[in-house]
Structures are given as C-alpha cells and as structure tokens.
C-alpha cells in the first residue's frame, strides 16, 4: 500500500498548457520534497517544502505543502518539452530518517 | 555540491551468485543512506535505512539476509544481494543525508541489476 498517492499517473500535453500534479496523504509528514526523474537516472531534487501551507516557486514551478501537512501540489506554467519526465513527491517521517515515495506522475509534453 | 556515485551502473550476473553495489557520498559526508528499489515505470520503494556504525534497518517485507547492507564510513555504503534470482532483477538506487543538512537526501544515478 502507497502511503503517498500522487494523481494524475499520466499527462500528455502540448508545450505551453499548464498543469497540477497532487501528492496526497493521510498521513502527516515532517518535511515533503519533489523530485523529477530521467529513465535510467536517480531522481533529481526539486525543493523540499517543511512549513504546512508554505508555497515554493521555482521558475515555472509552483509547490505547495497543504496547512496539515499530508498533501502537496505542484504546478507547472507554460510547460516546455524539457518539463518531460517522471515527478515524484517524497514525504519525510520519522525525524527525517525516513522517507516514503508517492505512486509518481510520468508528464509527457509534446512540442 | 552533493554529489553521490553507484558503481557498477549496470551489471549482469547468473542466478545464484553474488552482486555488491556501492554507494559513496563525494563532497559531504553521510551519518544515513537509504537504499531503493524501483520497478519499470513505477516508483520507488524503500528497502532499508543503512547508519555508519551501526546495523541498518529493513522495511518490512525484506529480507535482511538477502540483502546485506553495510555502511563502514560516512562516505560509503554497500549493498549485496546474496544468491540472486531473475525476480532480483531491478533498479537499484541509493541516497545520502548530509551530515551538515537537515532535510535533502541526494540520490545515486542508479545500478540496474539483470539476474539471468
């Protein structure tokens, strides 16, 4: 059982539409971080969000940890083919010696 | 900054046998590691937490036997997968946490281990 969900699990789109990726939980978790990921490579980070309702952006990038810390959104503006690759949100427990993976969302965008 | 290596990247080897992956942190030093596993087109699964100095905690459902983590300095930590099976056939990735950091771990670029 995934303790992190992450939705939606596929998304093509054309360069240039925005879109939102959600990381749900039922649990709360100490810290949350993003994460994109190349076929055959380790996931790279993105940002690590902590405070509950903190807001992060990046670039194009908007991240979102929601007010009780068990969920987090993350929205991308006007997306360019170099966006394309698999997102994975990571929640932290235990003190941070522990951290759980969402399902990850594979964002496919089409010049 | 906060570079960290696997070797091999890929390796075949025979059912039955042996295969040790090695993780090492670069340009900071590593208190914990964690090791990974990740499927084709699915996410990653948490296998143990390895700490320098001490023994490393597995999660639930694996096999502490089959796999033998050891994690000797705050630089490197290794993983072996004892008496490989085809169904060992995976991704194998590992991360590190800062000693210096509070919250990023920094991920490997992967192994990907073929048991034929």
């Known amino acids: 059982t995934q303790l992190l969900e992450q939705s939606p699990q596929f998304l093509s789109i054309q360069e240039g539409e925005n879109l939102t990726v959600y990381c749900n939980s039922s649990s709360v978790f100490s810290s949350l971080q993003w994460y994109r990921q190349e076929p055959g490579e380790g996931p790279v980070l993105l940002v690590t969000v902590v405070t509950g309702g903190e807001v992060k952006k990046l670039k194009r990038l908007t991240f979102q940890f929601g007010d009780a810390r068990k969920d987090s959104s993350l929205h991308i503006t006007a997306a360019q083919p170099g966006d394309t690759g698999l997102y994975l949100c990571a929640g932290a427990k235990d003190n941070f010696n522990k951290f759980y993976f969402g399902s990850g969302t594979k964002l496919n965008v089409k010049p | 900054g906060a570079v960290v290596s696997q070797h091999p990247s890929w390796v075949i080897c025979k059912s039955g046998t042996s295969v040790k992956i090695e993780c090492r942190s670069l340009?900071?030093?590593?208190?914990?590691m964690f090791w990974y596993r990740q499927f084709p087109k699915q996410s990653l699964m948490l296998m143990a937490t390895?700490?320098?100095?001490?023994?490393?905690?597995?999660e639930q459902g694996v096999e502490k036997d089959k796999f033998l983590i050891n994690h000797a300095s705050l630089t490197l930590s290794t993983l072996t997968v004892t008496s490989a099976h085809p169904e060992d056939s995976s991704f194998y990735i590992c991360?590190?946490?800062?000693?210096?950091?509070?919250?990023?771990?920094?991920f490997g670029p992967g192994t990907r281990l073929t048991v034929t």
């Open positions: 991360s590190a946490r800062d000693l210096g950091g509070q919250y990023e771990q920094y």
């Open positions: 390895s700490n320098e100095g001490s023994k490393a905690t597995y």
């Open positions: 340009d900071f030093q590593a208190t914990t």
